[in-house]
């Protein structure tokens, strides 16, 4: 499982265990007589929320306290992303992606925490820790 932060077009900020899916070597030759090589085509989306934190966080992180703020201290939100899906998997256009970061390891955690809870139950619900 490969857990990223997806930064959409939209602004949404996508948390999800995220793929590439690969166009295979055409059978068209390239310059060099050889075969073109793989391409990335689109990405897959597994079990994607959107992520962000809280406006009182997010001014605290702003405004620069004293000593440095710590990823337990601020208050994220975790929403299905596309919620009237009834499937959880989305392949998605390498156009609609801005940029994929590795998120912190608490996010990570609290993350696997939901999708856990989640595969236990049937309920998705919004998490604010």
Request: charged fraction near 20%; proline fraction near 5%.
């Amino acid at each position: 499982m490969t857990v990223k932060i997806a930064k959409l077009r939209t602004g949404e900020d996508v948390i999800c265990d995220i793929s590439e899916i690969v166009e295979q070597g055409s059978s068209i030759m390239m310059n060099n007589n050889m075969p073109s090589p793989e391409r990335v085509v689109a990405f897959q989306f597994s079990e994607p929320y959107n992520v962000w934190v809280d406006q009182e966080s997010a001014q605290i992180l702003l405004e620069g306290a004293d000593e440095p703020q710590k990823i337990n201290d601020i208050k994220l939100n975790l929403f299905p992303w596309a919620p009237l899906s009834a499937d959880r998997k989305f392949v998605v256009s390498l156009s609609e992606v801005i940029s994929i970061y590795e998120p912190h390891v608490e996010v990570i955690n609290k993350y696997n925490q939901l999708v856990g809870a989640k595969n236990g139950t049937s309920e998705s619900t919004i998490i604010t820790q």
